[in-house]
Every structure is written in C-alpha cells, then in structure tokens.
C-alpha cells in the first residue's frame, strides 16, 4: 500500500457526508405503535429468509440471458432441506446479520470494528467467498476494519457483499433514515470500498424509511438521495428509471441493456457476475416492475439473474417492512403441512461455527429489544400503557463512529525518502489525535495523526497514540520500521523458478480478477508497483498435483551487505497463491545456496494453511543475520489447495508476488 493514506477513497463513512444530503428530510420526530414495530420487524427477518431460500437455486444461473417467466417459481429444491431442518436454516443473507444481532445483545446497538471483526474471526470459518473471504483473510493478518475492505488490500472490494449481509443496522433504525445510511456504510466498509458500498447505503436508506413509506418509487428517491450526488450507483439508479420508463411493459428489455451496460461492457478489473452495481441494478428494476407487489417483485429478482439469490432476499426483507406480515403470501413462509407459524419458528444454523439455532421469534424480539435501545439512545423515548406503547423517534440522529483505532498497514518508511502517512480515515479523523508518548524517527513530525518529512536514519521506533472525543480517551502502541534503501532496484538477475505466466493454464481455473490484474513475466517484482493492472505475478505452470517450491530473488555483479527482505504478497485464489513456509537463501563464495540465521518474519506467516486464513496484498519483512553476497533469495513450499472446479483441480501449487524487496 502507498504510504499516502487515500483519504478521498473513504469519503462516505463520517455522518457529517449525510447531514448534507437529509438536511431537507429533517422533520419532527416520528411516531410508531411497538407492536407495529414488531410487526415490521418479523416481516423483516421472515421477507429475508423467504428471499433468501426462494432464490438460492437461481443464484449465479442467469447471466447471458434472464431466467423465463413461469412463475412463480416456488421453492424447487429446497422444500426438502425445509423439511430436513424442521424449519428455516441459514446462509449468508441472513446468517451475518444474526450473528451482528447478538454483538448488539453483548456490547450494544453500536459495537466497534473490533468487537465485529473478533466475532467474524470466531464464527466465520468457511463458506465466504469474494470480499468477504478477502475481509476474513485480512483480520486474522491483524487488521481491522476498514482496512479489510479497503480497495488497496482486498482486491474484491467491489463485490456484492455488503449488499446481504447489513440490512440488520437499517431495520434497527427505523425512521431514522441519515443515520441508517451512514451506519450501513461504515459496516459496509469490513469488506468494501468506494462505490462497493454504495448500493448498501441505498438499501439501508430504504429499509429504516420503510417503517413510514410505503410507496416502492417514493423509496427509491429516498435511497437514491442518500447516496453521493453523481456517485456511480447513483447514475445507475437514474438508468434504471430510464430503461423503465423506455420499457414499461418489458422487463427482458430492459434487463438486456442493463446487463450490456454493467456486465457485458464492464471494465476487465471489476467485470464479474457478483459486481455489486450490477446487482444492484438488478434489484432496482426488478422494484420498478414489481411495482409493489411481493410475489412478482420475489419472482423478478430471481428472474434479473447473476447473484439472484441476494438481491432476492434484500428485496423481499424490505417489502417485509413495507407491508408487515399481512403483506407475505402465507404459502411462502408456510410450505410445509402442519406448520402454523412463519418457518415453524425455527431457525437452524448450518454455516457459521458456534452460532446457536434459535426461535425466529426470539430473534424477532432480540431485534425489537436493539431497535427501542437505539432509538432511546439516540434521543427518541418510549410512552404508553403496556400492551399499547408508542415509540417516539429521532428522525434526524446522526451516526458517530465508535472511538477505536484502525489498524493497518504502518507507513513503508525508507531512508532519505519523503514519507506522508495518516494512522486515521474519514471514520476516526474528526477525533483528537495526539502523540501520547515515544519518539519518532529523526526528520519526521507528526500533527493530529499525520506524520510527515524525511527519516534520516533507519531502525526500529515504537510511538503511543492517544485518540479522544470529549468524553473518552483511548492510546495504543505502533511499531513504526524505517528501513535502508531498496536494493532490489539495482539488481543484475532476477531469481525465479517460473519466469512465465502460463496464461493456458489460467484460462483454464476458476480465477476471479480481471485478467489484467496478472503480470506476464516476473520482472514486475522489482518495480515498485504493489497494486492494480500488471502488478501480480502467479507462478502458475504446467499443470500437476505434484507439491511445488517456489523461489524469487535478486543477484548483483558485486556483493552487497543485506539484513532485510520484504516480500509483498498478491491477490490470491480460491484454489492457492500463498506459501505455507518461508525462508531466505543466499550464494555463499562458492556460489551455493545456503540458508541465512537467525530468521524472524513480521508478521509471521498465517498458523494454517487454509484459504480463509490467508490474506490479499500482505507483506512480510524477514529480518536476518546480515551476509555480505551477491544473491538473495526468499524460498518456500506452495499450497495445494483443492478445489470444486474440475480444471482448476488439476493445477499445480504456485505463490502470487507483487514485489520483492531488499535492504541493507
């Protein structure tokens, strides 16, 4: 990551981005009955679980074409795993925001980044994919949000998402529509950024308005004036209004332009079928053309294609809101003989690890229990008898990110070089920041979270910063390196095992980056670029099941003295691209490779080998006795990880490099 912290990348989080767009909303506090609430917030939960069940067998299935009209298409296959379970069971569009609802329960309506991600680390331990595999990867690195959704180091920042798994922080909200969007997109940013959080502004924008509106292009104009004025889910919206009003009687038409336009026609380094603009668009339309009614909009959602099963269930969880549980046709959360309440009042988890099977009626009243203590925490109060309570709402709460450092990659430090770094983003900056105690590196200066100037010397420097906001104060120590000059640069060879992408062979695999993401040759180790089209090199080769050592180093024509390297990882695969170890070699006077001493690797490599463990754009600096040498070299074993694609199965173990690194 470049050391200039992207501030205008991360423009959406601070609340402050939201007043400006509801100023014109703000209005006197509404009014809701509490069973009224409840209702909506069954509805809510019961819409999703529909959607959700309903549109997994459509999921990724349409893409060059649309699903056909025979509706409704009811539940298919997935009648027989309702009866195995006795009830709903999860996955991901309902499975996260379960698991966020009982953070809410242990911490409050607005846990931290940390207290998410440790509950991401605990329960999430397979089936996530994308930018939430990328996230997860991320966090057991050491990071928090919203480093792990940052476009920098989670190379599927652009997915689908947020979309499905945060629509929990808008039902709590209700009516309380700037605060919804805002909240959404600071939770949006554990796995995304940039305009990969935008449609879950959108939709968390419609979800706590929801409460008061129930005109579906009424809502739609809400959430559209939520999102950033010109901002690229914004112009889409406004094309899809378009294309209805061109095709108001065809939906197949207009889904055809749509999907020319954001699939089709998309630029190579976010062309995928889980984009998450392109399926926001597919849930705009299908809105449009549903046209406020559950089963053909439920229907439409599935019919838009792509990732049908997600925009299913966001869009049938909101018109749970609208309508309440008299809006959701009774077949559809009653499809088994005998059942008398809404999916048996059951609901099995079969995807995250430690997360309880629990009544839908107590995750119903667990999610009023956080929706009242929100509203009464952000100035609104409760008034009635018992049995006929009226909640009274805030509509113009605003949403404060929760005190906490951010923690991410520390500032790539060389000496005599300009260094420019921020320690906040736009979550964390309106807070007070002050060099608590330590000393930094000589020709450096900080000032209210910024260091800046030009180290003089290299070594390590440990600083203790203090974060506050008026009422809390928080400090925390930073390892800060400053290293000697690269001499990677300088190098005569370059040292590689595979000097060649096997382009073949990736054509062949499941990979999911644009493919001018991935270098030709490895001379981009020594460039200086870490990111972005033609930076990643995959040592992919023939094709074998066989375990592979890979290899990458440097050789000079006169010796150097070298103490330090640092190996800049790449994207990475389902099916591999990391090391499961690492050492480093170099030639002694005989021209052999013999092993360095005294090894240490910050951070140290992941303890497992399993994909969801690994992180996106890492890097690890490897600290050595110094050797005086003409070659160096970092060595390890690849990982050979299965996969369910048959031609990906077949490929070899290989490591994916951005850039390696050499220091004094």
């Excluded at 994308?130 to 928090?144: E, I, K, Q």
């Excluded at 939770?187 to 968390?204: E, K, L, M, N, V």
């Excluded at 699939?263 to 339309?285: F, Q, R, S």
Aim: aromatic fraction near 12%.
């Amino acid at each position: 990551m470049k050391t200039k912290r992207r501030l205008f990348e991360l423009t959406l989080i601070a609340s402050l981005v939201f007043l400006v767009h509801f100023i014109s909303f703000a209005k006197k506090p509404a009014k809701i009955k509490v069973s009224e609430l409840k209702d909506k917030i069954a509805a809510a939960w019961i819409g999703q679980m529909i959607g959700n069940i309903y549109g997994l067998p459509h999921e990724n299935k349409y893409v060059n074409a649309p699903g056909s009209e025979n509706w409704p298409y009811g539940y298919t296959k997935n009648i027989d795993k309702l009866k195995k379970y006795k009830g709903a069971f999860s996955d991901d569009d309902t499975d996260v925001e379960y698991m966020y609802l009982l953070q809410m329960q242990k911490f409050g309506p607005e846990p931290t980044y940390a207290e998410l991600r440790d509950a991401w680390m605990y329960h999430i331990r397979d089936r996530v994919w994308l930018a939430n595999r990328g996230a997860l990867g991320l966090m057991h690195f050491g990071y928090t949000p919203p480093f792990t959704g940052d476009k920098d180091l989670n190379p599927h920042w652009y997915q689908i998402d947020p979309q499905l798994i945060n629509e929990i922080w808008a039902v709590t909200a209700p009516g309380m529509i700037g605060y919804a969007a805002s909240k959404s997109d600071w939770a949006a940013r554990i796995t995304s950024d940039d305009w990969g959080t935008q449609p879950t502004i959108f939709y968390g924008a419609m979800y706590s308005a929801a409460y008061f509106e129930k005109d579906i292009d009424k809502l739609i104009e809400i959430g559209f004036n939520a999102l950033p004025k010109n901002s690229r889910f914004a112009n889409t919206i406004l094309d899809m209004k378009a294309l209805y009003a061109k095709y108001p009687n065809d939906w197949k038409l207009a889904r055809a332009e749509m999907a020319k336009k954001y699939y089709t026609d998309e630029p190579d380094m976010t062309k995928t079928i889980w984009n998450a603009n392109l399926n926001g668009a597919c849930a705009v339309l299908a809105m449009l053309y549903g046209e406020g009614d559950f089963q053909h909009t439920l229907d439409l959602s599935c019919a838009m294609g792509f990732d049908a099963d997600n925009q299913a269930a966001t869009v049938a969880g909101l018109m749970g809101v609208i309508n309440g549980m008299d809006g959701l046709p009774k077949d559809l959360y009653l499809p088994i003989e005998g059942w008398t309440t809404p999916f048996n009042d059951t609901y099995i988890n079969i995807t995250r690890y430690d997360l309880p099977d629990a009544k839908i009626s107590d995750i119903i009243d667990q999610t009023l229990k956080e929706t009242i203590d929100l509203v009464i925490l952000k100035g609104g109060s409760v008034s009635g008898e018992p049995g006929s309570e009226v909640l009274t709402i805030n509509s113009n709460a605003v949403f404060n990110p929760p005190l906490e450092f951010y923690i991410g990659p520390l500032p790539e430090m060389e000496v005599n070089k300009p260094v420019d770094f921020t320690f906040y983003t736009d979550a964390n900056k309106q807070y007070l920041w002050t060099l608590h105690s330590g000393s930094l590196p000589e020709g450096v200066t900080f000032d209210a979270g910024r260091i800046a100037g030009i180290p003089k010397k290299s070594g390590y420097y440990t600083i203790t910063l203090q974060l506050a906001n008026g009422n809390n104060k928080i400090v925390r120590d930073f390892d800060l390196l400053v290293r000697n000059t690269n001499l990677a640069p300088t190098a005569d060879t370059i040292y590689a095992n595979v000097r060649q992408l096997n382009e073949k062979v990736l054509d062949s695999c499941w990979y999911t980056f644009g493919k001018s993401m991935y270098a030709k040759n490895v001379e981009v180790i020594n460039d200086g670029n870490t990111n972005g089209p033609g930076s990643v090199f995959y040592s992919l080769a023939a094709k074998s099941k066989l375990p592979k050592v890979d290899y990458y180093g440097y050789g000079w024509d006169t010796p150097h003295e070298i103490s330090m390297t640092a190996l800049h990882t790449g994207c990475l695969e389902e099916f591999g691209g990391w090391f499961t170890s690492l050492n480093v070699q170099y030639l002694d006077e005989s021209g052999k490779w013999v092993p360095v001493e005294n090894t240490s690797i910050t951070p140290a490599l992941p303890k497992t080998d399993i994909v969801f463990f690994q992180p996106h754009f890492a890097e690890y600096v490897i600290s050595f006795k110094p050797v005086k040498t003409k070659g160096i070299r970092v060595i390890g074993d690849t990982k050979v990880q299965g996969h369910w694609n048959k031609y990906t199965k077949q490929v070899s173990g290989f490591t994916s490099i951005t850039e390696l690194s050499v220091y004094h």
